[in-house]
């Protein structure tokens, strides 16, 4: 627990320092204001008990499990300089939608200011600042981008801040956010009556993270670092009815930020563990670019559930390793990403919390992704995880747990650019699923989810572009489901 408190405050005290250490060049910032717009419709259709896995996930909140679905979305961004130092930048996106979980989403609202290195935002806005393609991948183990974006104050650097004196060869990054979950209506709604959900969680975030090498100078880079989140705070609810008040104070807010146990007024578990619902996650990649057209990425995530993987305390079985190619121009593949996924560990199947009585303690069992108070590391019953660990709002009974965390997958995903005015897509995985060591399956499960995808956006019609799409299901996890998918989208300049 000390080492796990210790860094921490580590990770916040040598961001905040860094932060003003260091600074953007003036020169990364374009002049000038400019906006841009955005109008989408979608529709699919899907045979089985569901829409297709592929065909939802990944996409920030945007279609639903329910079959014969469909949206409308519209969404405006604006920013520019305002003079060697400062700029400013806004951004929404709305979206309406039939037969899903929400007919109204606010999926992007913010306002941001920067001055030099530093930039200050407010609202929901899209993650996309991850170490994996976000295109191709599986998903990031911590924030993937298949959720419903959380509104949060967010302080950080956008870019890497070169360390003087060191010829680009070493730089940071990072961030500090505080901000709240929207979904407790949502949360109301799904588990029915006399069911136990979570209204008013609040959210913290923080990160740091490290590049090793001059990409301008030497094909071979390094990036990785740290980065942890909570739930905290919020009520326990049932039918509408305050059962318990979380502590949300500011002190109760330091306990977050530096992990620590939140007293003895609160449920059992926080006082001698730490308060809220803590995940975090070590990250590495290292890049090898020959040209800009061609080079070789390897990366390893691993993620943790409070602090029992956080070190070495046991061995890192669990995570996600990926190869990721990127090919010179030709018409057939441009880049290729392989990955596999292992979270079949987590540290063991037992879990003891020491007390006065038995001192020894067992930090075993570490559930990813679910928690023994909060609903867990969802948004809107999607996972904020990777999504190959099967999100809430695909249980279909109404239950807010992640049934199956002790997964092994492979996933495939390919993209090429074969015409001027053509894109397309393939993703492929494979996953193998025990439950819970909780709630094991009585048997092995297994899934299929593939998806094949084009884009088509003709010349003549400048800002025009249409999206088919394909998905299937097979397996006795989800189930099997065939799907299409079209969507129709008009960008432009403001």
Not at 70 to 79: E, K, N, P, Q, S
Not at 202 to 221: A, C, E, Q, V
Request: glycine share 12%; aromatic share 12%; with cysteine.
């Amino acid at each position: 627990m000390k080492k796990w408190r210790l860094t921490a405050l580590l990770a916040n005290l040598v961001g905040t320092a860094i932060c003003y250490a260091t600074e953007l060049s003036d020169s990364t910032l374009s002049t000038g204001f400019e906006g841009s717009y955005e109008v989408e419709a979608a529709a699919s259709v899907s045979s089985g008990g569901h829409t297709p896995f592929w065909l939802i996930t990944n996409r920030s909140g945007l279609g639903s499990v329910k079959t014969n679905t469909g949206f409308v979305r519209a969404a405006a961004h604006a920013g520019g300089r305002i003079d060697r130092h400062w700029s400013l930048r806004g951004g929404v996106d709305l979206v309406g939608s039939w037969r899903s979980e929400s007919p109204f989403l606010i999926r992007e609202l913010y306002g941001a200011i920067r001055y030099r290195a530093f930039e200050l935002s407010a609202g929901s806005r899209l993650e996309n600042d991850r170490l994996v393609d976000m295109h191709l991948s599986s998903g990031d183990l911590l924030f993937s981008g298949n959720a419903v974006p959380i509104p949060q104050i967010k302080l950080s650097m956008p870019g890497y801040m070169d360390i003087p004196g060191l010829n680009g060869w070493l730089g940071f990054k990072a961030f500090f956010s505080i901000g709240w979950l929207t979904d407790s209506r949502w949360q109301r709604n799904y588990v029915g009556e006399n069911k136990r959900y979570f209204s008013d969680v609040m959210y913290h975030s923080k990160g740091l993270r490290l590049r090793i090498g001059n990409p301008s100078i030497h094909p071979l880079t390094f990036e990785g670092g740290l980065e942890m989140a909570a739930q905290y705070g919020g009520k326990v609810m049932i039918d509408g009815e305050v059962i318990k008040k979380m502590p949300a104070s500011l002190k109760d807010f330091f306990h977050v930020v530096i992990p620590s146990g939140g007293g003895g007024s609160d449920f059992p578990g926080e006082e001698v563990n730490v308060l809220g619902n803590h995940v975090g996650e070590w990250s590495g990649r290292l890049n090898w670019r020959l040209r800009q057209d061609l080079g070789l990425s390897a990366y390893y995530l691993h993620f943790f559930d409070d602090h029992s993987m956080m070190f070495f305390d046991y061995v890192w079985h669990d995570g996600l390793f990926g190869l990721e190619l990127t090919l010179p121009s030709n018409p057939v593949v441009g880049k290729v990403v392989y990955e596999y996924l292992y979270m079949k560990d987590q540290s063991g199947p037992f879990l003891w919390d020491h007390t006065s009585d038995l001192p020894e303690q067992v930090s075993g069992d570490d559930d990813y992704y679910n928690n023994h108070l909060y609903a867990g590391w969802e948004h809107w019953g999607m996972g904020i995880g990777n999504p190959l660990i099967i999100s809430p709002v695909w249980n279909g009974d109404n239950s807010l747990k992640f049934k199956c965390n002790r997964v092994v997958s492979h996933h495939v995903g390919l993209a090429g650019h074969p015409l001027s005015w053509l894109d397309w897509r393939l993703l492929a995985s494979y996953t193998r699923g025990w439950g819970r060591y909780k709630v094991p399956y009585p048997f092995v499960k297994d899934n299929v989810n593939l998806l094949a995808e084009v884009t088509c956006s003709p010349a003549r019609l400048k800002g025009w572009s249409a999206t088919a799409a394909v998905g299937l299901d097979f397996g006795n996890m989800l189930g099997k489901s065939r799907g299409v998918m079209l969507s129709i989208k008009k960008t432009g300049i403001l």
